[in-house]
């Protein structure tokens, strides 16, 4: 009978009778990470002879391809479930050329790591041209500087073909133009490659948690992606529209942008969703977790753990995330 002083003496539930040891709490638990459900973004940049740190991303660096190579197998061996390449190049142009060259060196990297792993793990390679346009937008110009949807859905074209050619699984499309989900669908049945699936980044949100982010690819832009990414003043409706039009033009994958601050939105992609639902916590997410733990201000590995419970028990069948080496490991030693 309840003892507790000041109520009645009928039996109260206890909610703290499952959470007094380890065991019990590992039993009774509803969700956890799994290192195969991570996915490590990595950059690579051309002409690096050894890997270069990325100030604002400490412990991330911009790979040389034979330091790219090695971090991958490791990854791969401690349990990761996949990697997602981008690459930095030495020049960039208008047209952002070097993405479909397959001398480029993101198609070289995909190649070295297709050399390297072959089917051991899920190779993804980054379908955008802001790596590469030497103004940093996400698609090619109009003449009066905006971005030209069309004109660049030929480019994504070509561009998946190119990723396909050098050893991706999976394309991720990330540049947010109206129809490329479609149009690289259908570049890549027209060449017989029905084998290589499409991530489609979205719902993908106007975030400056992509600070960072621009940093690791020395980003050129100038200026902001608001008119082509979404609105984080927009709600549920228009992401799951979007959803639905990215899985109707044959979407694979579908994948919420960020996480952490986005976590309504992935709720309800994953709760409606043919497809699987990935999340990216992307790196501003990343930076503040390691500012704040090199100030001593939060313990890093269990914050770290903790966003990742989060973004898993809020839908994400997967995760991008920079930690995913890191944390595969300690997941695999917990
Ligand atoms: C575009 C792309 C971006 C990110 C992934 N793909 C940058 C952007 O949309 O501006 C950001 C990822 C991150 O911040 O970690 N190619």
Redesign the pocket.
């Known amino acids: 009978m309840n003892d507790l002083p000041g109520l009645p003496a009928f039996p109260v539930s206890r909610p703290r009778r499952l959470r007094r040891t380890a065991a019990l709490r590992r039993l009774t638990a509803a969700v956890a990470v799994r290192p195969q459900d991570l996915v490590l973004?990595m950059f690579l940049a051309e002409g690096a002879a050894e890997p270069r740190p990325i100030g604002s991303?400490p412990g991330v660096v911009q790979h040389s391809m034979d330091s790219l190579a090695k971090a991958a197998i490791a990854a791969v061996q401690a349990g990761v479930g996949g990697l997602m390449l981008?690459g930095v190049p030495l020049v960039k142009d208008a047209t952002g050329s070097g993405a479909d060259d397959p001398n480029g060196i993101l198609n070289a990297g995909l190649a070295r790591l297709k050399f390297e792993l072959g089917d051991a793990t899920v190779l993804m390679g980054?379908?955008?041209?802001?790596?590469f346009t030497d103004h940093g937008h996400?698609g090619v110009l109009s003449l009066d500087g905006s971005v030209d949807n069309d004109a660049t859905l030929q480019r994504y074209a070509s561009m998946a073909l190119a990723l396909a050619e050098a050893g991706a699984d999976l394309v991720?499309t990330?540049?947010?133009m109206d129809g490329q989900v479609g149009v690289v669908r259908r570049a890549l049945d027209e060449a017989n490659r029905y084998d290589v699936g499409v991530l489609a980044?979205v719902p993908?949100y106007?975030?400056s948690?992509?600070?960072?982010?621009?940093e690791?690819?020395d980003?050129s832009?100038i200026g902001d992606?608001l008119t082509y990414?979404q609105d984080p003043a927009r709600g549920v409706a228009e992401a799951l529209a979007e959803v639905a039009l990215d899985v109707a033009e044959g979407a694979d994958i579908v994948m919420v942008?960020?996480a952490l601050p986005y976590l309504d939105i992935l709720t309800a992609v994953a709760a409606d969703c043919p497809v699987p639902v990935a999340a990216?916590?992307?790196?501003?997410?990343?930076a503040m977790v390691e500012a704040a733990a090199e100030r001593g201000w939060i313990d890093r590995e269990r914050v770290l753990l903790e966003t990742l419970l989060s973004i898993r028990r809020a839908g994400a069948s997967m995760t991008?995330t920079?930690w995913a080496h890191e944390a595969a490991v300690l997941l695999g030693s917990a």
């Open positions: 973004p991303m981008y980054d379908l955008c041209l802001d790596e996400c991720g990330s540049g947010m980044y993908k106007a975030s948690f992509y600070g960072p982010f621009r690791a690819v980003s832009l992606r990414q942008k960020p990216y916590q992307v790196s501003g997410e990343y991008l920079y």
